[in-house]
């Protein structure tokens, strides 16, 4: 083990206790210096050859073999010269950092208020666009509005409990809409809700949603660019119409969803003469008599096919019909391809042209 720490100017004290015991005693040897109180135990090799190398001793000059100490004046002035030529060095390494700390800082801020007073920001990635989410949520002041069509992973949803609950303790109020499908198919989405709602969130379930958006404080919205891919980006904007508009689709579809602990929505009624289907079989029905096929059905309520399937056959037995067609003009005589007449905030715009729907 060294003796010295680099540059050789930072003497330990058994080093010095050692000089100060060569300098001050008539013809020491190795044998006084054992015995001195202060080196007791102590490397004296080491120390002698540390000793050599600070230049405090040298060889002697009248005495082959031996050892004689430099005057302090002399030796102690060059290891404390080197030590401030160091300190020196240091001293503007530190200050060149500094400089270049608030540089950067101050390129960041720049950058972050630019970002801020932008209108349109487009995330490609996955990566980017949590990050950038991460930054618009840790800088909620009153509410986030958040729509979630994908459905999250275990781990994310362990993840997102941290941020959450900082949240709700700073006063922030959240309300967040899920899809029923990915609900009932996920025992981690439906433990998460239940905390959620226990933590003081609003929680509420549709059986569609358009896409992935997050409104916050009414002044920023995020929207993704593909509604069923994730790693696709998002669109991120501040500009006061676009945001009230997401703002207002995202109001349209709190005031159309349900308290994952209510059976049904608010004010549904069966259609007379036809069985009581609840939401998803009535998502199901108006999605394929608006001409959706059986795999963008599932997709929109966020089931697989098979399971659509059986909902399907689920309500065909209900309604005493043994293939697709005559489903179609059973419903159409209940008048069941109508059951709300308001068209779904989370359907407008996405029909597929050419599908076969319910026929």
């Keep these: 083990m060294s003796m010295q720490a680099p540059g050789g100017w930072d003497l330990p004290d058994a080093v010095l206790a050692a000089y100060e015991h060569i300098l001050l005693t008539d013809d020491w040897s190795v044998e006084s210096l054992a015995s001195a109180p202060d080196l007791q135990g102590a490397d004296l090799p080491m120390i002698l050859d540390a000793l050599v190398a600070a230049r405090l001793i040298r060889p002697s000059q009248e005495a082959l073999g031996e050892l004689s100490p430099v005057a302090p004046a002399v ?75 994908t459905l999250p992973s275990a781990e994310a949803l362990q993840q997102a409990r941290y941020r959450d609950e900082e949240l709700i303790e700073r006063g922030i109020r959240i309300r967040a809409i899920y899809l029923e499908g990915h609900r009932k198919q996920s025992r981690a989405l439906r433990d998460y809700l239940d905390w959620l709602g226990d933590l003081g969130a609003e929680v509420r379930i549709r059986p569609t949603l358009p896409t992935r958006l997050l409104c916050v404080d009414n002044r920023t919205a995020v929207v993704a660019i593909q509604p069923t891919d994730p790693t696709a980006g998002a669109i991120v904007v501040h500009t006061p119409g676009l945001v009230a508009t997401v703002s207002h689709l995202f109001d349209l579809l709190w005031s159309s969803s349900r308290y994952p602990q209510d059976s049904q929505s608010p004010g549904t009624l069966a259609t007379s003469g036809a069985p009581d289907f609840d939401d998803l079989e009535r998502t199901v029905l108006r999605l394929l008599a608006s001409g959706h096929k059986d795999e963008a059905v599932a997709r929109r309520v966020g089931l697989s096919l098979r399971s659509v399937r059986r909902v399907i056959g689920s309500i065909s037995a209900q309604l005493g019909t043994s293939s697709r067609f005559e489903l179609g003009v059973r419903c159409h005589d209940l008048g069941l391809t109508s059951l709300d007449p308001r068209p779904d905030p989370a359907s407008l715009g996405s029909r597929e042209r050419g599908a076969p729907g319910l026929a």
């Design 75 to 149: 030796g102690l002035r060059d290891v404390v010269d080197v030590g401030e030529r160091e300190l020196l060095a240091t001293t503007i390494r530190l200050h060149q950092l500094r400089a270049r700390a608030g540089e950067l800082e101050d390129r960041f801020t720049a950058r972050a208020q630019l970002r801020s007073r932008a209108t349109f920001e487009e995330l490609h990635g996955q990566d980017s666009t949590l990050r950038r989410i991460s930054e618009v949520i840790t800088g909620a002041e009153r509410m986030i509005d958040t729509v979630v069509s």
